[in-house]
């Protein structure tokens, strides 16, 4: 699935802002979502070039500043390809979370299963289920992998979307 994705730097003045360095700020733009990263560095309004979206200056520390802001845009376009190449979901948050080192933990369908089996079989022990429905269940494990295996020749897939695998307690309704 392709996606659209963007970057822009920009300044953030505080709402009591009179005068002064003002914090610049990336944002991440994919599908129309916005994830913001702050740069940790300041600059004056005055010498911000918006389009550019870097300091205007030709003085060494402008541009050891706008070669900080174009190594952190290299570093962000580099999380978003590594993304693409690993085919998970992209959005912004996903890209600022690998940017960052924060990566979240992708969820599979079949460790889901497991989970699902493992709360039945706690389950059956109670007498709350019949040892068949348990059964069930590890035929419907068994059907999936095979189903992975032949239609997309993978032993499993992640599951998409920012929700963790969440695997629902059954309990008898009394």
């Known amino acids: 699935m392709k996606t659209s994705f963007s970057l822009l730097f920009y300044l953030k003045k505080p709402k009591n802002y009179i005068?002064?360095?003002v914090p610049v700020y990336l944002r991440i733009i994919v599908d129309g979502k916005r994830a913001e990263?702050?740069?940790?560095?300041?600059?004056?309004p005055e010498l911000w070039n918006t389009k550019a979206g870097h300091m205007?200056?030709?003085?060494?520390?402008?541009?050891t500043f706008n070669a900080y802001l174009d190594k952190m845009k290299a570093g962000v376009t580099t999380s978003h390809?590594?993304?693409?190449?690993q085919?998970?979901?992209?959005?912004?948050?996903?890209?600022?979370?690998?940017?960052?080192?924060?990566?979240?933990?992708m969820h599979?369908?079949?460790?889901?299963?497991k989970i699902h089996n493992k709360n039945m079989e706690e389950l059956v022990e109670k007498?709350?289920?019949?040892?068949?429905?348990?059964k069930r269940f590890e035929i419907l494990e068994r059907h999936v992998k095979d189903y992975l295996s032949y239609k997309y020749q993978k032993s499993d897939l992640i599951l998409c979307g920012r929700?963790?695998?969440k695997i629902i307690r059954y309990s008898r309704r009394e």
């Open 108 to 113: 599979t369908i079949c460790e889901a299963i």
């Open 56 to 63: 205007t200056g030709t003085k060494e520390d402008t541009k």
């Open 127 to 134: 007498d709350d289920y019949a040892k068949g429905t348990l």
């Open 87 to 105: 085919d998970a979901e992209i959005t912004s948050e996903a890209i600022k979370s690998k940017y960052l080192g924060k990566a979240e933990k």
């Open 81 to 85: 390809t590594l993304l693409c190449g």
């Open 37 to 44: 990263l702050a740069t940790s560095r300041e600059c004056e």
């Open 163 to 165: 929700t963790k695998a």
């Open 19 to 21: 005068k002064g360095a």
